[in-house]
């Protein structure tokens, strides 16, 4: 059996995330900074009328910002029950994999802090690492982030 996944990069490194979590993927659009906002979090941005907080992979990650470019993209994905903007670099490819080709994370690299990569996929020589947007964030995180959207919506 096969899976669709959105691939993007991020600092050199390719990620994938189940094609059925992401609502869209658009171009980068001027993001609102929010005062007392956590730190993860870029801002908030208007898409279709709706207000979506936006969270930096990079930030989130603890790498190095980068500066936008034409390939910057906002990979908007459904997060528990609401919309969150996800910067990434690039989006690659939607890629279909067969489920032999994707194994679980090594022991070494999972713990809580990283519970969201949920396999690698090896393709060719590319090995790209499979995540679960809706954990990227913490339940401490979560709440923060609908503390801000309560914020912003009263």
Known sequence: MEKQFVVFQVAGEQY???IDRVESIVKMQ??????QAPAFIEGITNLRGMVLPVLSLRKRFGLPPAEVDRETRI????NE???IGIVVDSVLEVLRLPEETIEPPPPMVTNERTRFITGIAKVG???IILLDLTKVLSVEEET????LREAVTA
Request: no cysteine.
């Open 144 to 147: 923060q982030l609908a503390a």
């Open 30 to 35: 001027p993001i609102t900074m929010v005062p």
């Open 16 to 18: 994938g995330v189940t």
């Open 81 to 83: 029950t609401h919309p």
């Open 75 to 78: 990979v908007v994905v459904m």
């Open 125 to 127: 020589e590319r090995l």
